[in-house]
């Protein structure tokens, strides 16, 4: 049961550029929806997340958009950097009854000079 | 701070022998978690711990995987017998535990178990 779907499997972008990494979900009773960084040999951590009842959430370089009627979210990264090279996840997370996240597929992104 | 402590972190071994990886969770956090991560996965969850509880366990293959968490600080998984397709990274998370934190939690290094 494939409750998160992610997109694209890999990206590339040019240094400086714009990094957008979507997620789509099947199930209306989620209450967060983080995105996770993984780098080669590491666990994943935790980047950003937001909640169902705001649309956008902005921390530095790294953007959430979140459309709940199409049950769609968002990673962008602004003026990417060879250092964002990494995987990244979504996830969606209920607290109600048995509390879970569930893991995207992930994104590996390169950004190249 | 220090963070989720696992070891060992590199494991290889013929199918069918046992296997055991060892978690410390990052200091006052109550819950603790146990993932599998296949090649160009997303984690899956095996096990959950709230303290010494486990409080979901469905995912967990109880033919063979067996997990325990005493005092409620570290945490061991075992395999017993192991399986070709058993080759994954394994993940152990804590979190501070209570309603709304679940999304917060935080990684260790993981386990590369190949089993050959």
């Known amino acids: 049961q494939q409750q998160v779907k992610q997109s694209p499997q890999s990206l590339i972008v040019q240094k400086g550029g714009i990094s957008i990494i979507n997620c789509a979900y099947e199930?209306?009773?989620?209450?967060?929806f983080p995105w996770y960084q993984q780098f080669p040999g590491k666990g994943p951590a935790l980047l950003i997340a937001i909640r169902p009842d705001v649309s956008e959430k902005k921390e530095g370089r790294f953007t959430i958009s979140f459309n709940k009627s199409a049950k769609q979210f968002s990673l962008h990264i602004m003026d990417s950097q060879p250092g964002d090279s990494a995987t990244y996840f979504c996830a969606v997370v209920s607290n109600f009854g048995n509390e879970k996240l569930t893991f995207g597929t992930g994104t590996r992104l390169t950004i190249i000079p | 701070e220090a963070g989720v402590v696992q070891s060992p972190r590199y494991k290889i071994i013929e199918k069918k022998q046992p296997v055991a990886f060892w978690c410390n969770p990052i200091?006052?956090?109550?819950?603790l978690y146990w993932y599998r991560q296949n090649l160009g996965q997303g984690p899956e969850l095996l096990i959950r711990y709230e303290n010494e509880e486990a409080v979901d366990d469905s995912q967990l293959p109880k033919d063979r995987f067996s997990a325990e968490r005493l005092k409620g600080v570290d945490s061991t998984l075992k395999i017993q017998p192991a399986e070709l397709g058993d080759s994954a990274v394994y993940l152990c998370a804590s979190s501070p535990g209570g309603q709304g934190a679940t999304y917060e939690q935080f990684f260790g290094p993981g386990t590369r178990l190949t089993v050959l």
């Open positions: 200091s006052g956090h109550n819950t």
């Open positions: 199930n209306t009773a989620f209450d967060y």
